[in-house]
């Protein structure tokens, strides 16, 4: 099973940040080495925290007016969101361990 749910368009990114569980979105695209360095972290990390957070990709070549609309201006940008609304945002790599306190601290 996967762990991380793939953003197909816009309106599923809605619908996807729009619920009460947190979800984590990252911005990525598939010429990005730092990014693919992360998802296999986000991977494990969805397999970690199970229900507390979501976890979901939104590939930037494919989709830029989402990026934009979110100010998102390098990647990988990772986004926590709850109903809709922004939590707090990371830029760049970032190791598992830091990345689970971080996860942790914010969508406690």
Known sequence: M???????????F?????GETPVLVDFWAPWC????LVAPILEEL?????????????????HPEVAGQH?????PTLILF???RELDRLVGAA?????????QARAA
């Open 2 to 12: 996967k762990n991380v749910t793939e953003i197909p368009n816009p309106n599923a």
């Open 33 to 36: 080495g730092p990014c693919r």
């Open 14 to 18: 809605a619908e996807t940040i729009a």
């Open 95 to 103: 190791p598992k361990a830091a990345l689970r306190q971080w996860l």
């Open 82 to 84: 709850a109903r809709g």
């Open 46 to 62: 969805g397999a970690e925290l199970g229900g507390r957070v979501r976890i979901a990709k939104l590939n930037v070549d494919d």
């Open 71 to 75: 100010g998102v201006q390098g990647i």
